[in-house]
């Protein structure tokens, strides 16, 4: 072997590994973190998760499906803290509390939404790859218990939240899967 292609050889191999283990960086989607989740509710306006929600006089069964079911309070504006929303929706899976889904419209209820829950919960999550704005951004706390997903389409000026029991959840994507169908 020549001596410049035997002097040079080991920074090539360097250079190869190096271009191996960076090439695909561009292809990867950017994580999203989770923000600790401070004051775990372990579920939802003192309902704890895994709870049956038949004995819950103030909610009304409007979703009724082999595993899934949804309920609603019917007497009272929906709201999230002091703010009203278009829904909320609370669900349990093969009878136990497990889900709530909260959907409202506006930049002012997302804003006002955004504020509860860092309130309440903890600040979001400003780390590099967090998306906090743009056409749809993403907010997450986690805690031991309990996730917190926000997503905010701007263009649509849509909110949707969810609230899950972290052991529950799964069960839910389960019975998607088996139905082939929302809830």
């Known amino acids: 072997m020549p001596p410049l292609i035997a002097h040079s050889r080991p920074r090539l191999t360097a250079a190869l590994i190096l271009l191996a283990w ?17 004051n775990d509710p372990k579920g939802f306006r003192n309902i704890p998760w895994g709870s049956p929600l038949t004995n819950q006089a103030e909610l009304a069964l409007i979703q009724n499906m082999d595993r899934v079911k949804g309920y609603e309070v019917p007497k009272e504006p929906p709201h999230l803290g002091e703010t009203t929303v278009e829904s909320v929706r609370l669900f349990t899976i093969d009878g136990q509390f497990g889900r709530v889904t909260i959907r409202y419209q506006g930049k002012d209820t997302h804003d006002a939404v955004l504020a509860y829950l860092q309130s309440q919960f903890g600040p979001i999550d400003r ?21 917190i997903n926000l997503t905010y ?31």
Do not use: C, H
């Open 127 to 147: 780390s590099p790859g967090s998306m906090m704005r743009g056409l749809n951004q993403q907010y997450n706390w986690r805690g031991t218990d309990t996730e």
């Open 153 to 183: 389409e701007a263009k649509r000026e849509r909110g949707y939240l969810f609230i899950e029991s972290r052991t529950l959840s799964p069960r839910f994507n389960d019975a998607l899967a088996d139905t082939g169908s929302s809830y």
């Open 22 to 38: 960076l090439w695909p960086a561009p292809f990867l989607p950017a994580t999203v973190e989770a923000g600790t989740l401070l």
